[in-house]
């Protein structure tokens, strides 16, 4: 199970530190994302972390401005949003796919198990 924390609203160039804490297996060993849903788009991949321990960055628009970390301690992941702007306003979900040692990618269909999102709005 995923359970996704830390959305709310701000205003532009505002930051906030979404958390995802996972219960029921070891996010070090599967992959783990965050994607994002805006209104109007399909569910966009954002970060993928995985047993690797290289996090793979799929979204131009977040680059610089976002970041993905992994806490193997508290068996959660983290997406720091930072200088936030409008086109960001979507719902921001984790998602983890169930292979052990598995690959990341960027397809949502490739994960199996989904936090209940969390609504970012960004607006002055």
């Known amino acids: 199970r995923l359970v996704e924390s830390g959305g709310g609203l701000v205003q532009p160039g505002a930051s906030l530190r979404l958390s995802c804490a996972a219960t029921?297996?070891?996010?070090?060993?599967?992959?783990i994302a965050w994607f994002r849903q805006v209104p109007g788009k399909e569910r966009e991949a954002l970060f993928c972390r995985s047993d690797e321990g290289r996090t793979r960055e799929y979204a131009d628009s977040v680059k610089g401005r976002f970041t993905m970390s992994r806490d193997n301690a508290k068996n959660s992941v983290h997406l720091q949003m930072d200088n936030l702007k409008p086109e960001d306003t979507g719902v921001y979900y984790c998602?983890?796919?169930?292979?052990?040692?598995?690959?990341?990618?960027?397809?949502?269909?490739?994960?199996?198990?989904w936090g209940q999102g969390t609504q970012v709005t960004v607006s002055s």
């Open positions: 998602a983890h796919m169930s292979e052990l040692y598995g690959r990341c990618n960027r397809a949502a269909r490739a994960y199996d198990t």
């Open positions: 029921g297996f070891t996010i070090e060993f599967y992959p």
